[in-house]
């Protein structure tokens, strides 16, 4: 059967729609009509660069990996769910068997198969299989749409609650106002922060963020001429806490830094700022060869963790915090497109604005009409 039209990654720049196979779920497994999809910064990397890292595009490959869809089909095993439920999908199916799997943190399994990474097709199509656990039924004042924005949420989740183990009243500051930096702003709030600080260089990102979720913002002043990255990202850092009142110790202290940009200078910046005894998130993926000031971690006692996608609980937790109103994503959706208009979308997302010169914080996809 091949009534299964599919958005594919050709070479860098090149892109097709194709009809595919119509895939067969397994005794475990569950056949998703896919209604919505949600196209991430990963996306548009490979379009652009035909890898990220070690992953490298080598044969064609389906885009796609923040989705939600309707149950079409289930295995003979499945009881979770059934035919016409609307369900969020977790992209990354793993071997639970090796040894990252069965100490539950299933995210770094090395046999991984992750949608819309080489060599794994991604989710914009109309039809994709997946585990049965790995979908999520959603309730019915839940849009699809927000279905597919647990995927990014479900990343917020596993860096701040997940990771930082954040508390009630404790203080955060987000580098970088995308949409996972966003998300982590959402998550710290529903989980009770006292203070939020959003940290980024365009206004425009920083007047959403102080709109959705931040309490405080900060846009870092421009470098001096001849200035070193670290000498700026600590004048940046003192700059930061004069302006706002932040203490290295106490509750004026910045008990958790979530760097969600990947930039040098943020990453810096973020070591200075961080409490004594804080804790440091790096979720955002950049140049990895940055500079930091190793006796800062030291002589502070720094917890400094790397976050990698989600896990057990994860979309769980993101899920409910959609259903219980206390994470609202239908702010961050700015575009909408048709499944035919997919180039456009991803033209639009790598210029970080549409035509009509609107910025982009999410751009939505249909699915195949």
């Known amino acids: 059967m091949t009534d299964n039209p599919s958005f594919v990654l050709q070479a860098i720049d090149t892109t097709t729609y194709e009809e595919r196979v119509v895939p067969e779920p397994g005794l475990n497994e569950v056949l998703i009509e896919v209604k919505k999809t949600g196209i991430c910064g990963s996306d548009v990397h490979y379009l652009a660069h035909g890898r990220i890292g070690d992953f490298i595009l ?10 939600a869809g309707i149950v079409s089909k289930v295995g003979t ?77 479900a990343v ?50 920083l007047d959403f963020a102080k709109q959705y979720a931040a309490t405080d913002t900060w846009n870092p002043p421009a470098p001096s001429e001849g200035e070193t990255k670290i000498a700026y990202s600590r004048r940046n850092a003192q ?67 790397g976050s990698f996608r989600y896990g057990p609980g994860d979309y769980e937790l993101a899920n409910s915090l959609v259903t219980h109103g206390k994470v609202d994503l239908k702010p961050l959706v700015t575009h909408r497109y048709k499944f035919t208009d997919a180039i456009a979308a991803f033209k639009a997302t790598r210029a970080g604005k549409s035509e009509d010169g609107k910025g982009v914080i999410k751009v939505i996809i249909d699915g195949p009409e």
């Open 156 to 205: 917020g989740v596993h860096s701040v609650s997940t990771l930082a183990q954040f508390k009630t009243g404790q203080t955060v500051a987000v580098f970088g106002c995308g949409p996972v930096g966003l998300l982590c702003m959402a998550v710290a709030k529903a989980l009770g922060a006292s203070r939020i600080v959003a940290i980024d260089i365009a206004q425009p990102r």
């Open 239 to 305: 700059l930061l806490k004069e302006a706002l009142g932040i203490e290295d110790r106490g509750p004026k202290g910045i008990d958790l830094i979530i760097d969600a940009s990947g930039a040098e200078t943020s990453v810096q910046t973020g070591f200075y700022l961080v409490k004594i005894g804080g804790t440091f998130i790096q979720v955002g993926m950049g140049n990895p060869e940055v500079t930091i000031d190793l006796g800062m971690l030291m002589t502070k006692e720094l917890v400094y963790k």
């Open 58 to 67: 080598k044969s064609p490959m389906v885009l796609g990996h923040e989705s």
């Open 77 to 153: 095993n499945v009881k979770s769910v059934k035919a016409g439920d609307r369900v969020a999908m977790e992209p990354g199916a793993t071997c639970r068997q090796c040894e990252s799997c069965k100490k539950g943190k299933y995210n770094l399994c090395p046999d991984v198969r992750f949608a819309a990474t080489p060599p794994y097709d991604g989710t914009l199509a109309r039809y994709y299989v997946l585990p049965a656990d790995l979908t999520y039924p959603l309730a019915e004042h839940v849009s699809l749409e927000d279905g597919a924005m647990l995927e990014p949420l």
